[in-house]
């Protein structure tokens, strides 16, 4: 499974990761060491406002470890690193200070902030430079032939069983069909999409008709596994949600976790292909008010 | 129905919830007339095991009576007793179909998480965290049982409960953890941990033609059962230095395989064991492998280390090393149990093993907290609390 980037040069996981780090380095430093920290930048010894200093890198640091908005993390390096600026430009114009060293704080300063901001706006377009568009690709094997598991494919009807976004699929002639998508707020979007490729037991493709709120196009394969072990079943989704309100909810809505999305519907895929039912605890009993744990099924199972 | 559900590290409380109702055509509801707490409930008890929510069902050893049938549950009818498998198998996929019920493919509804956390997600469990499918377990009135058409197993003759309760997990763990050893005329097996999986796996590596048995704990109750039901010989290790005595009575080679019945929780002492609580502890490692370290140093060379016993996650200073250098094999694993059903079944119907001999304690469901709690302290020489959901 991956998402393309297709314009981005940097990982900016990776660079996120990187900032992590040095936040919380350097967080740990001006906790411990704000005196010799104060030395080496060449302004006045202020320990108490370089401890609080110290905890928002830290702070940042740790909330980008957090996985969950690591964007939104990063965006709070670039306040701290314009706070930093700031003060670093009052402390250039104080005869407390340094000069020579302030004036290289205060580079190294604009450039971890050049790379903060980067960052922060690869963080939160998205994968391919451009906001929203999410490009998905998973593989599953399913111990069934290729014939019946593109026979279940091939009717689109069928997709809302595994799909838990999809409300409804129905086909208007042999090649066009209506989708019906979940969409944040218990509201729905909709679109025609008409079948793009054919390659019996092999091949289907699809993609989203002109005039539909969220361009996107798909198409699923299946090879036969090595050693009679079934079927290997290979799915790609793109989605190009438009700009906008709608656009941008429905980006968010697909793009928090588009690849776990996938990866739970091939689960369902498998599951209903392979044992004639998809497993499931909701209406289980449990001693609290609900069936199920909404900090991990309801979060998994999407 | 009455059902003890997890609330927190040590904190369990049996509460009034809805009864299970049917909710595909693959399930079965179970009326449990026994159900016991297993060892590895206690990492749950002690809060060991991420992904538990409060409410949560616990149980996994259970047995009962059915009561209902899902439409697709043909080889089972209302009235049937049987003993249900810990590890929840769809029986179609292709690691049921090789015999390897424990990681199928399909009965985790949960297995993006599992995903994250191992790479790969194994079957769902009952009552045992959402990692692994967040499933009501069975310490409970009744349970509701997936693809009950290929897990459970009949009883249809006179056993009582606890002759074959233990079927559901205990009995085939500590037999898949000597048949992991591989055993050949002559071997001696050392087996760390004589709780009840500990004593099954003493048993079980006689009747696959072990020579010796050498057993390993702290506790005089256990080392007793494992001398006296098990016919081992036991090193207490808060009396001697294991590996050294493990040497000494296998003539300086070491067991020829060795069986880590611990698991993530281990015990010791030491400047070691202080450095894996206090890691454990700061949550920089899941598991504390003081056993599963000593059984890789002891073990002969060539030899297999077997390791039924629980881990979670991250283990340090595994002596990976010995491993390599001295051609260890090391064979784990969640038990396969459906695979065990019908020939331990038949292992008790001769007569070679009766399974009751490891309960100390009966106790009604309403005392399950009770039970946790001597469990967890060894009070009163407990080894095996068995429930019984009906009884005041």
Not at chain 1, 159 to 174: E, F, G, Q
Not at chain 2, 150 to 158: H, L, T
Request: glycine share 10%.
């Amino acid at each position: 499974m991956r998402t393309n980037g297709g314009m981005v040069k940097v990982d900016e996981k990776q660079l996120a990761r990187g900032l992590g780090w040095f936040s919380i380095g350097l967080g740990l430093a001006q906790i411990l060491a704000p005196r010799q920290l104060a030395r080496m930048i060449g302004v006045r010894e202020r320990p108490i406002l370089f401890r609080l200093i110290g905890l928002r890198e830290v702070a940042s640091g740790i909330g980008i470890f957090s996985k969950a908005r690591p964007a939104e993390w990063v965006q709070s390096r670039v306040a701290g690193d314009m706070m930093d600026l700031t003060l670093l430009a009052a402390a250039l114009g104080l005869n407390t200070s340094t000069r020579g060293r302030v004036a290289v704080a205060t580079a190294a300063v604009a450039g971890v902030t050049a790379l903060d901001v980067l960052c922060a706006q690869q963080l939160s377009s998205g994968p391919n430079g451009k906001p929203g568009a999410i490009h998905v690709e998973k593989v599953v094997t399913i111990n069934r032939s290729p014939e019946e598991l593109y026979s279940f494919w091939r009717n689109f009807e069928n997709l809302p069983r595994i799909m838990n976004h999809l409300v409804s699929v129905k086909n208007l002639d042999d090649k066009r069909s209506h989708w019906v998508v979940k969409s944040p707020g218990g509201t729905t979007v909709e679109w025609d999409a008409e079948m793009t490729m054919e390659k019996p037991n092999e091949l289907i493709g699809w993609r989203s008709l002109e005039g539909a709120q969220v361009d996107n196009s798909g198409s699923v394969r299946f090879e036969r596994a090595p050693g009679g072990r079934g079927t290997v079943v290979r799915v790609q989704l793109d989605y190009r949600p438009p700009a906008g309100v709608i656009g941008a909810t429905l980006a968010k809505f697909f793009g928090e976790a588009p690849e776990k999305q996938v990866a739970v519907d091939l689960h369902r895929f498998k599951q209903l292909i392979e044992t004639g039912e998809i497993p499931r605890t909701e209406g289980q009993p449990a001693g609290r008010s609900r069936s199920t744990s909404r900090v991990y099924d309801d979060f998994v199972r999407g | 129905m009455k059902a003890n559900c997890w609330y927190g590290k040590n904190d369990v409380r049996v509460e009034e919830v809805d009864d299970p109702k049917i909710l595909n055509p693959r399930d079965a509801i179970v009326k449990i007339t026994s159900s016991a707490i297993c060892g590895s409930d206690l990492h749950l008890y002690n809060g060991f095991v991420p992904t538990m929510s409060k409410g949560d069902i616990l149980g996994h050893e259970f047995m009962g009576e059915v009561v209902e049938v899902g439409s697709a549950v043909k080889n089972l009818k209302v009235g049937d007793r049987v003993v249900v498998p810990f590890p929840i198998a769809c029986g179609n996929c292709f690691f049921c179909q090789k015999g390897l019920f424990s990681v199928c493919e399909n009965s985790n509804p949960n297995a993006v998480l599992a995903e994250e956390m191992w790479g790969h997600s194994p079957a769902g469990i009952y009552g045992y965290s959402h990692l692994l499918g967040g499933y009501a377990g069975g310490q409970a009135q009744y349970a509701r049982v997936p693809y009950a058409d290929v897990n459970p197993i009949k009883i249809e003759n006179g056993f009582t409960d606890e002759q074959v309760l233990f079927l559901s997990d205990i009995f085939p763990t500590g037999y898949m953890a000597a048949e992991n050893c591989q055993i050949q005329g002559g071997d001696t097996v050392a087996v760390w941990g004589c709780g009840p999986v500990g004593q099954f796996a003493i048993k079980s590596a006689y009747l696959l033609g072990a020579e010796r048995v050498i057993a390993i704990d702290r506790f005089p109750e256990r080392l007793g059962m494992a001398r006296e039901k098990g016919g081992a010989e036991t090193l207490n290790y808060e009396d001697v230095n294991i590996s050294e005595a493990l040497e000494e009575m296998t003539g300086g080679r070491g067991p020829d395989s060795c069986i880590d019945a611990v698991g993530m929780e281990a015990h010791g002492h030491g400047a070691i064991y202080a450095y894996d609580r206090m890691k454990q502890a700061a949550m920089l490692e899941s598991d504390r492998p003081i056993a599963l370290r000593e059984a890789i140093m002891s073990c002969r060379n060539g030899g297999t280390v077997s390791v039924p016993g629980v881990y979670g996650g991250f283990a340090d200073k595994i002596p990976f090393g010995s491993v390599m250098n001295r051609s260890l094999t090391i064979k784990t694993g969640q038990t396969h149990v459906q695979r065990y059903l019908r020939p331990l079944l038949e292992r008790i119907e001769k007569g070679e093993i009766d399974p009751s001999f490891v309960v100390t304690h009966r106790l009604p469901l309403e005392e399950a907290p009770r039970g946790y709690e001597i469990f967890k302290n060894k009070e009163d020489d407990c080894i095996k609390v068995v429930l019984k959901p009906w009884e005041e």
